[in-house]
């Protein structure tokens, strides 16, 4: 019969069973609770945690089934990559990049006469970078204009039903303005600018336009 185990994460008090949080054994609650990790509790007896108890649960279902189960409108994943860094559980870290990516790319309605991208922006002290999304012929000539700024992190993914490619810089080798420049050569301006809900101050989504060749003004 199955240990069951009750967790206070941030707060909020979760049931599930010990061989559940034991999934990824080199994971952190993998660590913690086959002792091989201190643990905490609360005046009532439940496991500690201090984490966001509300993103938590994704992280749970993804514990029990062995992959990301999110709603359709989902926003927060910044957040919870974050908190996959933090259990130290790449395999969920892996499965928000993707579902992030292909999410950004279902909103990028690209039309005859318009043609979008979207440029996500992180300042955050541990996770710097700029992330670009948009159609393969775009990329491949930012990836020519932008080789001079090769030289740190690059991490290249297609995912996404309209064929999205995504290509990701370590800010500190990509400078924001540079991008900028690069589009606006190419004949994109800047159209909206998106802060993230979680951290509006470190992280935001820029989405820029351009007509295509041959469009109507």
């Given at each position: 019969?199955?240990e069951?185990?009750k967790?206070?994460?941030?707060?909020?008090?979760?049931?599930?069973?010990?061989?559940?949080?034991?999934k990824?054994p080199?994971?952190?609650?993998?660590?913690?609770?086959?002792?091989r990790?201190?643990t905490?509790?609360?005046?009532?007896?439940?496991?500690?945690?201090?984490?966001?108890?509300e993103?938590?649960?994704?992280?749970?279902?993804?514990?029990r089934?062995?992959?990301?189960?999110?709603?359709?409108?989902?926003?927060?994943?910044?957040?919870?990559?974050?908190?996959?860094d933090?259990?130290?559980?790449?395999?969920?870290?892996?499965?928000?990049?993707?579902?992030?990516?292909?999410?950004?790319?279902?909103?990028?309605?690209?039309?005859?006469e318009?043609?979008?991208?979207?440029?996500?922006?992180?300042?955050?002290?541990?996770?710097?970078?700029?992330?670009?999304?948009?159609?393969?012929?775009?990329?491949?000539k930012?990836?020519?204009?932008?080789?001079?700024?090769?030289?740190?992190q690059?991490?290249?993914?297609?995912c996404?039903?309209?064929?999205?490619?995504i290509?990701?810089?370590?800010?500190?080798s990509?400078?924001?303005?540079?991008?900028k420049?690069?589009?606006?050569?190419?004949?994109?301006?800047?159209?909206?600018?998106?802060?993230?809900?979680?951290e509006?101050?470190?992280?935001?989504?820029?989405?820029?336009?351009?007509?295509?060749?041959?469009?109507?003004?």
């Amino acid at each position: 019969m199955a240990e069951i185990v009750k967790l206070n994460v941030g707060g909020v008090i979760y049931t599930t069973s010990r061989s559940t949080l034991t999934k990824y054994p080199n994971s952190m609650l993998g660590t913690m609770f086959s002792g091989r990790l201190p643990t905490t509790k609360d005046e009532h007896g439940n496991y500690w945690i201090d984490s966001n108890g509300e993103i938590f649960r994704y992280v749970l279902d993804f514990l029990r089934h062995g992959c990301l189960t999110i709603p359709e409108h989902f926003k927060d994943f910044e957040l919870l990559e974050k908190e996959a860094d933090f259990y130290q559980l790449p395999e969920l870290t892996k499965a928000v990049k993707t579902r992030s990516c292909t999410q950004c790319g279902k909103q990028i309605n690209d039309t005859e006469e318009k043609e979008h991208l979207v440029v996500k922006v992180s300042t955050r002290s541990y996770d710097s970078y700029v992330q670009i999304f948009g159609a393969n012929e775009t990329i491949r000539k930012l990836q020519s204009s932008l080789s001079p700024y090769k030289n740190g992190q690059i991490n290249d993914m297609q995912c996404g039903e309209k064929n999205i490619v995504i290509h990701k810089y370590c800010q500190r080798s990509l400078p924001p303005a540079a991008l900028k420049l690069e589009l606006l050569n190419l004949g994109f301006n800047m159209c909206q600018n998106v802060p993230d809900e979680a951290e509006p101050e470190k992280t935001a989504s820029y989405w820029f336009m351009k007509q295509k060749s041959g469009a109507a003004e």
